[in-house]
């Protein structure tokens, strides 16, 4: 199992330099976003992008449709993601958000791959020794 983050499947609708490659990721039967995430995407796709909440949400039911899992949270998750953000977050060093500890953690109880291009949280998950898919922030640049 694969597990996009935000930041990938922001970067899929958008057109970033990561939108081909999570495109391949989502074309696989394994592919997963954490419901969080998925919040996340529509929230900054909506507010920030001006994305229309209509054609926005028919297209992720679409890849839904299409065999992208939405995983739902538990308490295990839960708990893992909040020690995760008590335990490497640092608003210089390690700017981790409460969702991308919660894909880390899913990633962790599910021993899945976590993609990502954001790179604080690509060194928490390689310290943890998830695999991580290196995906290409919006200037092209690997975590």
Request: include cysteine; charged fraction near 20%; hydrophobic fraction near 50%.
């Amino acid at each position: 199992m694969t597990i996009v983050d935000a930041a990938g499947l922001i970067s899929f609708f958008a057109g970033e330099p990561a939108a081909e490659q999570v495109a391949g990721l989502l074309e696989q039967a394994d592919s997963a976003i954490t419901a969080v995430n998925l919040a996340e995407t529509i929230d900054k796709l909506e507010r920030v992008r001006c994305y229309l909440p209509a054609e926005l949400l028919d297209a992720i039911d679409q890849l839904v449709d299409s065999g992208l899992s939405v995983l739902s949270i538990d308490h295990e998750d839960g708990r893992e993601a909040g020690e995760l953000r008590a335990q490497y977050y640092n608003p210089r060093t390690c700017p981790l958000s409460l969702a991308d500890c919660v894909a880390l953690a899913a990633a962790v109880h599910r021993k899945a791959a976590l993609a990502t291009s954001d790179g604080a949280l690509a060194n928490v998950a390689r310290r943890l020794s998830v695999d991580v898919v290196a995906l290409p922030n919006s200037a092209g640049r690997l975590p």
